[in-house]
Nanobody, 123 residues
Framework: VQLQASGGGLVQAGGSLRLSCAASGRTFSDHAMGWFRQAPGKEREFVAAISGSGGSTSYADSVKGRFTIRRDNAKNTVYLQMTSLKPEDTAVYYC?????????????????WGQGTQVTVSS
């Protein structure tokens, strides 16, 4: 399995970014997808996840209402639309693919991780 994330960059507080992650290697719609992030000096944290069909989503409280995860199973791609960005959203964002179909927040249920894309939000 390969996960190729893109779309990170530098943005001012209040701005928006959209991350994309293209997956290959196994049947995309059979697996949940998600995003985690890790800021310097902090532990990795869950951001959002989506089930195989896209019908179920889950968000961290810190991003709920500002971030939206969706997937296009025809393109084997998952997206994270980030709006109203804050400096505390600055982190490396990792695209992940789950072992199973159902959405989850548990890191151990995601068996493939992408290389990460940097998001920097300036104040």
């Amino acid at each position: 399995v390969q996960l190729q994330a893109s779309g990170g960059g530098l943005v001012q507080a209040g701005g928006s970014l959209r991350l994309s992650c293209a997956a290959s290697g196994r049947t995309f719609s059979d697996h949940a997808m998600g995003w985690f992030r890790q800021a310097p000096g902090k532990e990795r944290e869950f951001v959002a996840a989506i089930s195989g069909s896209g019908g179920s989503t889950s968000y961290a409280d810190s991003v709920k209402g500002r971030f939206t995860i969706r997937r296009d199973n025809a393109k084997n791609t998952v997206y994270l639309q980030m709006t109203s960005l804050k400096p505390e959203d600055t982190a490396v964002y990792y695209c992940v693919q789950g072992r199973y179909y159902s959405s989850t927040r548990t890191p151990g249920f995601f068996d493939f991780w992408g290389q990460g894309t940097q998001v920097t939000v300036s104040s």
